[in-house]
Structure formats: C-alpha cells, structure tokens
C-alpha cells in the first residue's frame, strides 16, 4: 500500500474538538486507500507557554532541559490524536522522536535530523496502524532529548517522507501557496504548483506557510509536498521540481517586507577600509544585514546603503557614533519607513527583461526606488512604505499573480 | 563520596518559587559533602489536569498514549529544577526514567519496575552533576513509556536507593510519621522511627504519606528511608529495620478511615453454597471488600458482614437485588455511618491483651463494635462513626500515641 505523510501545525490540533476533527480526515485518508504517517505540532500556544515558564527561572536556560521540556507539547497532541482515532476505532500509535527512529546532532534547540531509522514505523504499519509521531524532536547518539527549532515539525514530516519515499501533505491555515500574500493583496491567486527552487526563496523572504529546511530537504530527496487548508476541502498546491506540465511564468511569486529599515552612510573614506570598517562592526554585534548597495568611489569616497532588522536600530545608531571617531567626514542616516518588495520566478532564468519592466513600473507611478538587488530567481527592491501598495497592485497586475 | 536519593512530591514543586527554593536546598546538601540524586513528582495537580484532558476525548484512553502523556509531567520538572540549579551555579543533568535506565514491565498505568541501569547515573555523578530525576516512569522492553501508578515518584526513589546501596529521603507537606494522623488528633506525637512492617499496615490502612510499594522495595532491599517536611528544617521519621534501638512500643499507630461502608446480610442458607454466591458476585463486579466477619450457622443459616467502598453503594444494593430471587429469606442492610479503626504495632507478636485492653475501652466508653478483624501486627475495628473521637482520643491516651 502507498504510504502519505501529513503534518498538522499547532492551530490545527489547538483545542481537543480540532483533534477530534482531525481523527475523521485521517481515517478517510487512511480509508481511501493508504497507509498513513502523521506528524503533529505542540497544540496552539503551548510552546510559547512553556518557553514563558523557564524565562522565570532563567533569562537562558539550560538549552538541554529546555528541550526536555518543549518536546513534551508534540508528545502530548501524538498521544492524544491517537486516544481520539482509537476512540473511533481506529487502531493507532504515537510515537515520540526517539521512538520513530528520528537521531539528531547536538545542537540543542536548532538540532538538525542526521537519520531515521524507520524499522519501527515500518512494522507499525504492516500491522495496519495509523502513525502519529510528534513532530519537532529527536534524539542524539548521547541519548539526549533534542528539538528542531522553529518549522521543526514540517522538518520532521518532509524528512519523513524522504525516508520512507512518498509525497508529504503539510495541512495548515492557509488554502495553498499565493503569488501574493492575499492579506496584502486580495485579488491574489493561489498557485497550483511552485518549484522547490522558488518555494525557497520565497520561504526565505518571509512567506511562513512552511520552513525553508523543510522545502530544501524536500528538494534534495525529490519529495513532493502540497499544502493546504487542514480541512482538506480546498484545493491546495504542489511544491515540486520544475516540469513542463507547470504553468510557464515568468514571476511566480511577490512578497513584501516592512520589517527592515534602511541605513545609507555617504563620504566614506575609500583607502583606510572604511567599508570593512563598517561591515565587522555590525557582525561583531551580531546584526543581520540584507541587501547591500554601494556607489562607486569618487574622489576617494563612496555611499553605502544597507538594510537591517527594525530592532537593531539603537545597536547601529551606536556603530555610527563610534565610526564618527575614526571617519569624522561621513555622514549617516536611518531610514524606518521602507518595505521590501522582492518578485521570484524561475522564468528570470532564461527571460531578462523583468527588472526593466519593473523599473518602467515605478517609473511611470512616479515609485522611486531606493536600492536593488538581484539573484538568479529573485529581484529585491526597496521602497518608501507610502508607495507599498500601489507597487504591489502595479506589479501583481503586470504579472498576473 | 556517599550518595543519597531525595525524593520531592507535587506540592513541594508546585511553583516556580518553590523550585527555586528545593534547588537552594539540593545545593546545601551537595555541599555538606553528599552525591545528590534528586526525584521529582509533577507540578501540583498537573498529573490530575492531564488526566482530565483526555478525558474529553474518551472514557477509557489508550493506557500507552496515557503514560505518555503523564510522563511529560515529571519530565517538566526535572528539567526545570537543573535549570534552577544551573542559574545558581551548580552543574545538574535532568533525566527521564529512560535515560535514569530504568526498565519496567509493560503494564502500562501501573507498571513495576524490573531494572535500573545505573552506568548513566555513576558516570554523571562522577562529573561533579547533582542529577535530577523524573520520577513515575520508566521505559518498557519494547521502548514504550511506562508510568508506575499512583505513589510512582516514592518507588522510583526507593528503587534508585535500593540500586545505589544508599539511604533515601522522602520530602514531602507533612513533618513524619505519627503515631495517629495529627488532623484528627492533635496531641498525636512524630514517631522518629518505625519498623518497615508497621508502616506497610499503617500506609495500607490509608496512612497516604508514602506509597506502599515504595516501603515494601526499602524493606526488601533494607534502605533505610527518612520521611520529613520539604523545607528541611523539622526532624523528620526514619523507616527502617526493627532493632532494639527502637523504643519498646506495643503499638505504634492508630489509623482511622471513613470511606467504607458496612454491609450485612442475614439469614444466608449455609448449604446451597449462599456465601460463596455472593463474594463471587462481589468480585465479578470488582468491588474491594475488606474486614469480613461471619457468625457460626444457627439452623443451617449464617449472618455475614463486610466492608467495602462507600462508592460502591449502588452496585451492592444491585447485586442484593440479584441474590434475593434465588435466596428470598435473605435480610440485607448497608450501613454507611461507620468508621474503621485500626492499631499496629509489632509489639502485638509479643505482648498479648492488646485486643483486651481495647475492648475494655470500648465498653467502660459506651462504644459499640461491630465487627473486629486481627493480623500478626495489627487488628481493625468497625464501630459507629458518632463514637469515632471517643475511641481515638481514648486508645491514644491509653497507648501513648
């Protein structure tokens, strides 16, 4: 018989009636005609219930206990999914990370999953149970309790499918993946397939249906994965490998960042490393820059901008104060009113041409774009946040997303 | 350096302050010059809740998803006091009963454990860790989680010091143990030491300040076990092998308890085998009768008495219904005000008159008894409930309790 991994996300186990719901679309499936593996998420806000806990007795806990102690919500919903499928008189077993084979590094609270050893879950099924295993969790070599980190259990789920060679169905509280946020563009349409490639970039620039190292191991062991509502009554859409049969486009996705602001430092000193002056600073502060444009040097000076989480603005505020000591000459400023708009599409590939019909766009809806970078699949943009919207209509029109 | 296994139970943990404050304790302890392993209970009533949540779903839960459910209880605690000792400076390990090596049969809910491997324990021991475990659980031959049923945590602490050949403390809400429970006799004093046989009769008897089962493993293994109040600041009682450093008492403990009921029936036909119909209707329904008293046949009849569970009722009276269509001459009365009086000690092997001198209380007080039932070391009373505080102020004042 076929096997099917699904997952199910916190919201959709969050109260003890979803659970029961949940029990009836596992059975269907099950009686459709396949053997069924299910990985489960911590019910609702029960992680950050118990993060909140230890932050009473530590601002940083002992990250090997903490694992103890998150990996028990996934135990509890497997535990409870499977009394409500039992109920219905369906024979059923949970199993924990540990007891699914699932072995991890060492790397507490972001451990990665080194291998699965699926002897049990095998057995389990050729006795005809349905599967629920607690998602986010492993063990490593020592015998430690360890979890993935955030997204851990559509981690759990892709690399689940991966070892037991079948497609994965990552069940949420979305209908699907959209070309454009549709809380942020209503018109938006839902995709019915998207490539790993462009999943990835587009997981990466902040669309949170599914975890990035989700879809990457999805795209290195060939798993396809479809998402949907957890209802299972909308059609949702396919991650796979790019084929002929999936709608030839050139931009596939658009997604909107208002999270960063914008840092533009002019006249710095090009000789005496000012520019790596300024770029060890922030990485000895551990602060995460994205996109980085810069001019060419003129009479020995160049302009630099760079983007930065919102929340690192007083850390950077202070760099610039100690970089005025050395570099009395340059002169800063934090622009917090910006988005970024980045379009993905594998079609960029062989198709040039997108950023200048970009450019056209906001040149004749008087946008004025402030930065731009580019990758193999991907253009980012940064723009003032007054003109976020009509961007976004401009662009998703153009492109039919 | 000598080991000692503590045992904390859920009151003592019920909070965050209150595991701070075990933690400063577990620390001075280490630095009296002690290798410390610590058992902990769940949270207050977390155990309780759990129980309730999966409830909602069924009646009678999958008993291994139940056990796996429970654990996580204990798990949390654990993991949470080796965060506090951590914060504290100390270095601390948690570990589940399976990481403690701790193998059980797989009677899940209720299992008995069959083996602890200590290699673990020795090896985190001998890195300076004070170790922290969950108690109540422990790991079947097949990998399934097991619980080991109410009083689990005192049983695992017992066992643990049994298999480290080292004294156990039990810290627990109340100071020891005392002669009769101080809530219904105040002037009740705290015994210092109390042989393993009488405090299996009295825990049995329903003396709930450690489960039977632990007393019975510290009795066979001869570990010796120090029962006293969680802050540590009041002496507590030891339970340990009789010897004749132990003062010379005939008895020990008194125990009272209300939760029975008393069933009589009279007129029962000797020879069509009455009797045996009606204790095998009694088991069949799995009722626990207790004190069982019958007078010699008058006639080729015979008057019986019992006690069992007051929540028994209904089902009693159900099966009284049942016997009268095939024994009509039977007189059935379930009494409900009655109360259950026992004394213990081991002096009773010895010294005789013990039963005497109560009788002598008994009528010289006006208190009427209505079944009595003896053992090697301990005999209980049925009596009215209205004369309960007569005869424990009485027998209490009588013995030196």
Redesign the interface.
């Known amino acids: 018989m076929s096997i099917i991994v699904q997952k199910y996300g916190g919201t959709s186990v969050e109260t003890?009636d979803k659970?029961?719901s949940i029990a009836n679309l596992i059975i269907e499936r099950k009686k459709s005609g396949f053997d069924i593996v299910t990985v489960v998420s911590a019910m609702g806000k029960t992680t950050n219930n118990?993060i909140e806990?230890?932050k009473?007795?530590?601002e940083n806990?002992?990250e090997?206990?903490?694992d103890?102690?998150l990996s028990?919500g996934e135990?509890?919903t497997?535990?409870?999914l499977?009394?409500?499928l039992?109920?219905k008189g369906q024979d059923a077993?949970?199993l924990?990370g540990?007891?699914a084979g699932i072995t991890t590094d060492e790397k507490h609270t972001k451990s990665t999953i080194l291998d699965i050893n699926i002897k049990?879950i095998r057995k389990q099924l050729s006795e005809g149970k349905i599967i629920i295993v607690a998602g986010f969790q492993g063990i490593s070599h020592n015998?430690?309790?360890t979890t993935l980190g955030r997204g851990g259990s559509d981690t759990t789920a892709v690399a689940l499918a991966a070892k037991l060679d079948c497609p994965c169905e990552i069940y949420t509280d979305v209908e699907g993946i959209y070309g454009v946020d549709p809380r942020i563009y209503p018109n938006a349409k839902k995709l019915d397939y998207i490539s790993y490639d462009e999943m990835i970039e587009m997981s990466s620039l902040g669309a949170n249906v599914i975890a990035t190292r989700a879809i990457e191991i999805g795209c290195k062991y060939h798993v396809p994965i479809y998402i949907a509502l957890s209802t299972g009554k909308h059609k949702g859409t396919y991650i796979k490998e790019y084929d002929k049969s999936m709608e030839s486009k050139v931009i596939t996705g658009l997604t909107v960042s208002d999270s960063d602001l914008m840092v533009t430092i002019n006249n710095v000193p090009y000789r005496i490393g000012g520019i790596s002056n300024i770029f060890s600073k922030l990485s000895e502060r551990d602060i995460n820059i994205d996109m980085i444009s810069q001019t060419a040097p003129i009479g020995g000076y160049v302009n630099i901008s760079f983007t930065a989480p919102k929340d690192s603005k007083k850390l950077i505020s202070n760099i610039i104060d100690e970089l005025k000591i050395t570099m009395k000459e340059i002169r800063a400023d934090i622009e917090e009113n910006i988005t970024k708009i980045s379009v993905v599409g594998l079609g960029m590939r062989t198709q040039s041409g997108v950023a200048a019909k970009i450019f056209e766009i906001f040149a004749t809806n008087n946008i004025e774009f402030k930065q731009v970078t580019t990758s193999e699949i991907r253009i980012s943009y940064t723009i003032d946040t007054k003109d976020k919207d009509k961007a976004i209509i401009k662009i998703a029109n153009e492109f039919k997303l």
């Open positions: 003890i659970i029961n118990l806990m230890t009473k007795i530590s806990p002992s090997r206990e903490l103890m102690i028990t135990q509890i497997s535990a409870l499977v009394m409500s039992k109920e077993i949970a924990t540990f007891q049990n015998g430690d309790i």
